[in-house]
């Protein structure tokens, strides 16, 4: 692919080993409800992630526990072979239960066995970027990460992965792994309402290292706020373009990984990226995550 630049710009990950537009895109919601099994409508899943690829989209985000399986073998049907500069980011360190529930999955054995599955399913001989998700279902948890992370370290050294990044985690867990390896990237909750790691963000920029929040938009409860609306009627666009908009201008090592599973919804997800939120309207959208009601 001739890699075009989105608005919102691009950032240089593994010390410009990599570069990729700010605005990506998530694939998790590809997958059937819960994200569990096929969607409902393959056709349109596979249109989703050729339009945004043609749409400028070199950074995808995805996981071989969705699903599980799911999309990534809906990325290889769409899109393989795969383009000159698209960046595949997918994640590991869980596993789906047989009643869909989410278990950690942080043992030698499973680590490998993923990075297999991975490349099996998307149809690559390695990976390009690998998170270690660890930590809690909705946040991190301390504690040390040395033995995944060092399992991963070695298929990395093997050939298997290029770059390591990490999602869930602490800035002393971040440290330990730095020790370990070089980490590209971290991966965390964050958006306009839930704004934990903050001084983190800015501690990773200082580092070079890009910041990628899952759940921009809230996740499966979509941020809600009156002075959202409020600076989305003011800005003559919705909601949760702005939210988007907010994160781009947040920092610049900020990557988004929006998802949808619509084409409609990717177009409007994309243009968030051209949105410039103006200096008065941040400062009313600040309130939001201070703990003021929004």
């Not at 409902?40 to 526990?65: K, N, P, Q, Y």
Request: with cysteine; hydrophobic share 45%.
């Amino acid at each position: 692919m001739t890699t075009q630049s989105l608005p919102g710009g691009r950032f240089p990950l593994a010390g410009g080993a990599l570069t990729v537009n700010r605005m990506g895109y998530g694939a998790m919601q590809l997958a059937g409800p819960g994200v569990w099994g096929p969607p409902r409508d393959v056709d349109e899943a596979v249109a989703v992630l050729r339009e945004a690829v043609a749409s400028g989209v070199d950074h995808i985000d995805t996981s071989d526990f969705y699903g599980p399986h799911v999309t990534n073998q809906l990325i290889r049907q769409a899109l393989h072979p795969y383009p000159d500069g698209l960046v595949m980011v997918t994640k590991l360190g869980a596993r789906r239960g047989e009643d869909k529930s989410w278990i950690h999955a942080l043992s030698a054995e499973e680590l490998t066995s993923g990075v297999h599955d991975n490349l099996r399913n998307l149809g690559l001989d390695a990976l390009e970027v690998v998170n270690l998700r660890v930590g809690a279902i909705m946040g991190p948890a301390e504690g040390s990460i040395e033995a995944p992370l060092t399992v991963l370290a070695e298929l990395k050294r093997q050939g298997l992965i290029r770059h390591l990044g990490l999602s869930n985690v602490t800035p002393s867990q971040l440290a330990e792994a730095r020790k370990i390896t070089e980490i590209v990237c971290v991966q965390n909750l964050y958006n306009l309402a839930h704004r934990t790691d903050e001084q983190f963000i800015d501690e990773l920029a200082a580092q070079g290292i890009a910041y990628v929040p899952f759940f921009p938009l809230g996740g499966f409860s979509p941020l809600q706020s009156s002075r959202l609306d409020a600076a989305a009627q003011a800005l003559g666009a919705t909601p949760m373009q702005v939210a988007l908009a907010w994160l781009l201008q947040r920092a610049p090592n900020v990557l988004l990984i929006p998802g949808t599973s619509s084409r409609g919804h990717l177009r409007e997800n994309l243009a968030a990226a051209k949105l410039e939120i103006p200096a008065a309207v941040l400062a009313e959208l600040e309130l939001i995550g201070g703990g003021a009601k929004g």
